[in-house]
């Protein structure tokens, strides 16, 4: 593991344009397609394990706190994000929240408790049927999605009044694919101080996982918010991580066009409908939209950075 010492000697913020403009280079910038299915994602795994622990570590700290409490589904996001932050601050600085609901896959609480025991980290578990059922009783039409969102939420909700509870800060677990394609609930799964997972893709997770050693039934778990009972991403987004990470790539990362992509031999219904899910939900990766009145508004004229004054 990364060794608090080692971290402790990082600046992130002198390391991180340097870093991140070596893994660009070395295995990102040169992997423009010719033709379909021939985007490469794979990086530079050291390089990368090393940015995004000092950047837990250093964005923690900088802000005064030295603790992190993290909600562990059981699945692979809020595994690799325990991970980071144990390497990054220690095991006695990491504290995990499993928050199952009744319909919830057994899976989910033992797969999440492997992880707190191979990182020998704090654990508590709090259910959130009593809470869920109290209010859907009153509301016994609502749909999955509503129900869904309401179970995020929930369970953020615990997570940042653990934080006042454990002096910490609420670490995030939404990889890029997620907040990209809208696949998450606002202030919900989407809501933390920090995500190290946040630029990463969803096949990114996975290999970098797989090089830091994550158990393999969470690696090659099917991708699951287990929100309702048979719930998988992939079913309910209708295409596969592997073949959308691509296009998003190639969207976001390299600015090509829809119609470029196109032409290159990806499905036309398939490259407009992940565009169009990205423009839909932009106003889920903004702050609240505020009215102008005065000379300097919040989010359009007075805007600094999060750590100003530290």
């Known amino acids: 593991m990364f060794v608090n010492e080692i971290v402790s000697r990082l600046n992130y913020n002198l390391i991180s344009e340097k870093l991140q403009s070596l893994i660009r280079m070395l295995n990102m910038e040169d992997k423009i397609p010719k033709s379909v299915k021939k985007v490469d994602l794979s990086m530079c795994n050291e390089g990368v394990h090393k940015l995004l622990t000092a950047f837990i570590y250093q964005e923690t700290r900088k802000i005064g706190f030295n603790r992190v409490v993290?909600?562990?589904s059981g699945g692979i996001d809020s595994a690799l994000s325990s991970y980071l932050a144990v390497d990054a601050l220690g095991k006695e600085n990491v504290v995990a929240y499993l928050m199952p609901y009744r319909e919830s896959s057994s899976s989910s609480v033992t797969d999440g408790l492997a992880v707190c025991d191979a990182l020998d980290i704090e654990r508590h578990?709090?259910?959130i049927s009593p809470m869920i059922d109290s209010y859907f009783d009153k509301f016994p039409d609502a749909d999955n999605n509503r129900r869904g969102n309401k179970m995020a939420r929930e369970r953020m909700s615990i997570l940042y009044d653990q934080s006042v509870k454990q002096n910490a800060l609420v670490l995030g677990t939404s990889n890029k694919s997620e907040l990209l394609l809208g696949y998450s609930t606002l202030f919900g799964d989407m809501a933390s101080a920090i995500n190290p997972l946040?630029?990463?893709?969803?096949?990114?997770v996975s290999e970098l996982s797989k090089y830091i050693s994550l158990p393999e039934t969470v690696v090659n778990k099917i991708p699951s918010a287990d929100l309702w009972e048979g719930q998988t991403d992939e079913a309910e987004l209708g295409f596969t991580y592997f073949d959308v990470d691509e296009i998003l790539y190639l969207l976001v990362d390299?600015?090509?066009?829809?119609?470029e992509i196109i032409k290159l031999g990806y499905d036309e219904k398939f490259v407009n409908r992940v565009y169009e899910m990205i423009k839909n939900s932009q106003f889920k990766r903004t702050i609240p939209v505020i009215a102008k009145l005065s000379h300097r508004t919040i989010g359009k004229d007075f805007r600094y950075l999060r750590d100003w004054g530290k």
């Open 198 to 204: 946040g630029d990463l893709y969803k096949t990114q």
């Open 254 to 259: 390299r600015r090509y066009r829809a119609s």
């Open 125 to 127: 578990i709090i259910e």
């Open 70 to 72: 993290i909600g562990v």
